[in-house]
């Protein structure tokens, strides 16, 4: 593949020039000089649950499944991702779980490398709902990560937030994941007046678990429609309700090595809990666009260069319209375009507006 050399420290670059040369190989750079080590893809636009802030409450009108990526496909596509450098790819939704041979494609993605040689690194978002069989075929695969959404641990707020009552699936789920050694994390979206009385019990079910408990702000995905402001809970709102509720003052943790995700991390000094983390993710409040370092790739193949944005390229496209090294640059070209307009930043506003059309689900956010 044709890649355009960058000198050491890269200089700024033209509207698509995007991919260069770095000290481990090839690497993504965006109009603004950030890297490109992250790609999050959506396998499917299904889900099993109905999520308020993720789905509208009459649904998405889902594509036909000849518009979905096959597996190889996107096996296909990270191939591609990784020879430029991307070190870590998120398995999304929808519902991944939902997705047939999807441990196969856990596999065929881990067998990847790196320019540097490394492996790639493979980890997966999911609603738990199938994990508790799941759990060990996809630690076996070499997952290195999963992520499980829960916003409430009371059976009747779960059931209105997920609108399915599918509590003890996931908590099922939470548990075998743990019995196997699958490292975890616990995501769950902070709502004012709904589940903020719950953080400190979900801080502690998640550390039971071995797992990282973080909580996301609300965003006004869908045009705004699902957004209520008064419902936004800052996350610093959220951290002093941590530490209020475990007894424990809040410090912010050292980060985890590599650049991976949004989340900013914390650690709980004093009481019970002394020394354990917990992380927030504040798209609305504390911006973090300036070390933005993610694609995202939908079920369809339409390749986002940010979440809050409707304005995607076509990969499908390029990966059906031909193979070997014409598909490779098809793939490239579509690449380097979303690359080169990258924006600086992305226009959430707290009153709900500025955000894409599309509703979470559809985008595999």
């Not at 033209?14 to 959506?42: C, H, I, K, T, W």
């Not at 990784?82 to 441990?103: D, I």
């Not at 309700?241 to 943790?253: I, P, Q």
Request: net charge positive; aromatic share 4%; hydrophobic share 40%.
């Amino acid at each position: 593949m044709r890649l355009v050399q960058l000198r050491k420290p890269a200089a700024v670059l033209a509207a698509g020039q995007s991919v260069g040369a770095g000290d481990d190989g090839p690497v993504l750079v965006d109009r603004l000089e950030r890297r490109v080590r992250y790609l999050r893809v959506s396998l499917t636009d299904r889900c099993s649950m109905r999520c308020t802030y993720c789905m509208p409450p009459e649904g998405i009108e889902h594509v036909d499944r000849s518009e979905v990526l096959s597996l190889e496909e996107v096996a296909r596509m990270v191939a591609a991702f990784a020879a430029w450098g991307v070190e870590r790819v998120r398995l999304t939704g929808g519902e991944p779980t939902l997705r047939r041979n999807l441990t196969w494609l856990v596999q065929r993605l881990t067998q990847l490398r790196t320019p540097s040689g490394a492996p790639l690194r493979v980890v997966m978002t999911s609603n738990g709902e199938l994990i508790e069989r799941l759990a060990g075929p996809l630690k076996a695969a070499g997952l290195e990560t999963l992520t499980i959404s829960l916003d409430s641990l009371d059976r009747e707020r779960f059931a209105a937030i997920t609108r399915r009552d599918k509590l003890d699936q996931v908590v099922a789920g939470f548990a075998a994941a743990h019995a196997v050694g699958l490292p975890l994390k616990l995501n769950t979206v902070a709502v004012r007046g709904f589940n903020d009385d719950e953080l400190g019990a979900l801080c502690r079910f998640a550390w039971q678990h071995d797992a990282t408990p973080r909580f996301i702000e609300l965003m006004p995905m869908a045009g705004g429609r699902l957004f209520v402001p008064g419902e936004l809970m800052p996350a610093a709102e959220i951290r002093e309700r941590v530490g209020a509720e475990l007894g424990a003052v809040v410090e912010l943790a050292d980060q985890p090595q590599g650049p991976f995700g949004p989340a900013q991390y914390y650690v709980l000094r004093g009481g019970a809990h002394d020394g354990r983390r917990f992380g927030t993710i504040a798209a609305m409040t504390e911006n973090f666009c300036g070390s933005c370092n993610r694609l995202r790739v939908s079920a369809t193949g339409q390749l986002h260069a940010c979440l809050a944005r409707d304005d995607a390229g076509d990969l499908r496209g390029a990966l059906r319209s031909a193979q070997g090294e014409a598909g490779a640059a098809a793939l490239e070209r579509v690449v380097r375009t979303a690359l080169g307009h990258k924006r600086d930043a992305h226009g959430f506003e707290q009153t709900g507006e500025g955000g894409p059309r599309k509703a979470m689900i559809s985008i595999g956010g």
